[in-house]
């Protein structure tokens, strides 16, 4: 049974709500850290430096949202897959998730949807990430400088340097005045 997309973001959203709270964090790094081993209320407490009535509604909390397993007075556990599938929901929402999918040699140069690394100018793969970003640009015609970063901040740090690997690789031609961007060549339908 598939989950929806909303109800991914939803659960995901779950997750950090319940980690934001200091103490909960705090607790579930704890029991993290202790691995297997798991921590009783009494072992989490004194490591928190909390009372053990804390410690037991911190874990209460984590149990009841997926993220530890135990109950009572006895050992409790982080459960990791849960942040691990929060982590995949968010990274599925992310705009170019969808056509990085047709790029499967480029994902090295992401990570949870961002770029991180551009590859060396002379690279076939300098080539595809343009490629890729006209793509997720689908330009139809003529747009601010603006436009263009505001596009591009969805998915890098790094703006002008992605905006200069597009025309550079022609991808994206730019007026004289360097002030407004249109595609530069026709995409082809991505292989499959």
Same mark, same amino acid.
């Given at each position: 049974m598939s989950v929806s997309p909303s109800a991914d973001a939803a659960r995901a959203a779950e997750i950090l709500a319940q980690l934001s709270a200091p103490q909960r964090l705090?607790?579930?790094? @704890?029991?993290?850290?202790? *691995?297997? $081993? *798991?921590?009783?209320?009494?072992e989490l407490a004194y490591a928190l430096d909390v009372?053990?009535?804390?410690? *037991? $509604?911190?874990?209460?909390?984590?149990?009841g949202a997926g993220l530890a397993t135990g109950t009572g007075n006895g050992v409790y556990r982080a459960d990791l897959d849960a942040v691990r599938q929060a982590v995949?929901?968010?990274d599925r929402m992310q705009p170019i998730t969808p056509l990085l999918a047709e790029y499967p040699n480029l994902k090295g140069f992401f990570a949870h949807g961002r770029l991180t690394a551009l590859p060396p100018t002379l690279s076939d793969r300098y080539q595809q990430i343009g490629e890729l970003f006209a793509r997720f640009l689908a330009?139809?015609?003529?747009?601010? $400088?603006? @436009?263009?970063?505001?596009?591009?901040?969805a998915v890098t740090d790094d703006v002008a340097g992605v905006r200069r690997m597009l025309v $550079?690789?022609?991808w994206l031609e730019r007026d004289r005045a360097g002030t407004t961007y249109g595609p530069g060549?026709?995409?082809s339908q991505p292989a499959r």
């Open positions: 705090a607790a579930f790094a @704890e029991l993290v850290k202790r *691995g297997k $081993e *798991g921590a009783t209320l009494a009372p053990v009535q804390q410690a *037991g $509604e911190a874990c209460a909390r984590l149990t995949r929901a968010v330009l139809d015609g003529l747009h601010t $400088e603006d @436009e263009i970063n505001r596009r591009l901040t $550079e690789t022609g060549r026709p995409l």
